[in-house]
């Protein structure tokens, strides 16, 4: 079902900086997909055909939403199979949170382990060295969750350590680094398994004039699965820390709570997402990115600009985008990780700041010592509003 981009070898004897004594790092990275692969050009015919909408007009308007993300792929668990078993999923008004989550659970699972398995092949260890799991998903509902199935599949010992964190959407990866983080420089030689894993499923409907993000959902979502594992003290020869963790923090905006308002219903996930999003947080990040780079600039680094860093950015969508760089004046360059994440797979929740730090690790170890930035942040917004930030120190 799964189809997996290959993980970069593991190659014991790369040069890096030295990490920062009790400082958790980022030592390997795995992502995993659907095998069904969507280009953004044949969504609407798809879509239309599939929830049997005769409406020309919402079918120009998805047209114009999609051409605005500025996707290009994305992959889906959703596709002809599942709506021959299960036709109700595209029927207005279906009780079908039962069928949907027949099809969520088991496959972000398979995500999951997928992930985990690439990134533990990028790890090169021996996965029972594994002693603590952080799983994030806003893609399921049961008990016990998808952290014990998880854990089961990949055959960790059952005295491994596990953590939930679940529907938090799309600032659920960078939380899962901070819990990872604390976990890491808390337990000495610990060594902590983050995936992530989400899917649309919950969320598909027919479209209705009465709820228009739903096209913009349909527009702009994907699915997939992300894995990191992160430890502090990394094994010389035999581990490859490529970031660090130097600080995290978070914060919500008081009174925002209606902004980005989800409520579970028989009929799955009901979405509503406020126009005033990216003003809200062009309003309230750059006091939010100023606490973060103050950690980095009590570290001999006082004069640090926001163009001095690389930026990690959850690729919301591409108001975000624009509105974060006008706001703190960064060059274009500065979000091209983001918005090649954004391009390629889409905003595939939590999982996506793992899809741009992957990238981003690649075009740092492509620059010179000299033009290769130290400092960086890693960034994400979600319900709440809440930002989830952390403050990163490149090891290459």
Known sequence: MMSNLNARDNVSTQKYKSPTRGKATILALGKAFPSQLVPQDCLVEGYIRDTKCDDLAIKEKLERLCKTTTVKTRYTVMCKDVLEKYPELATEGSPTITQRLEVANPAVIAMAKEASLACIKDWGRPVEEITHVVYVSSS?????????????????????????????????????????????????????????????????????????????????????????????????????????????????????????????????????????????????????????????????????????????????????????????????????????????????????????????????????EEDNEEWGLALAFGPGITFEGILLRNLH
Not at 267 to 273: A, D, M, S
């Open 140 to 368: 399921e509902i049961r008990l016990p969750g998808g952290d014990l199935y998880l854990a089961t599949e990949l055959g960790l010992r059952s005295d491994v350590n596990r953590v939930m964190l679940y529907f938090l959407g799309c600032y659920g990866g960078v939380t899962g680094l901070r819990v990872a983080k604390d976990i890491a420089e808390n337990n000495p030689g610990s060594r902590v398994l983050l995936t992530t894993s989400e899917t649309t499923i919950l969320g598909f409907r027919p479209p209705n004039k009465a709820r228009p993000y739903d096209l913009v959902g349909a527009a702009l979502f994907g699915d997939g699965a992300a894995a990191v594992i992160v430890g502090a003290h990394p094994r010389e020869d035999l581990e490859n820390p490529f970031m660090e963790l130097s600080f995290a923090a978070q914060q919500f905006l008081p009174g925002t709570q209606s902004v980005i308002d989800g409520r579970i219903s028989e009929e799955g996930i009901n979405f509503k997402l406020g126009r005033d999003l990216p003003e809200k947080i062009e309003h309230n990040i750059e006091e939010f990115c100023k606490k973060l780079m103050g950690k980095a600039n009590n570290n001999n680094n006082p004069n640090l600009s926001y163009n001095d860093l690389f930026w990690a950015v959850h690729p919301g969508g591409p108001a975000i985008l624009k509105r974060l760089e006008g706001t703190l004046g960064l060059r274009t360059e500065k979000l091209e990780c983001s918005r090649r994440a954004l391009m390629d797979f889409g905003n595939v929740s939590s999982n996506t700041i793992f899809y741009v730090l992957e990238y981003m690790r690649d075009e740092l170890k492509r620059k010179s």
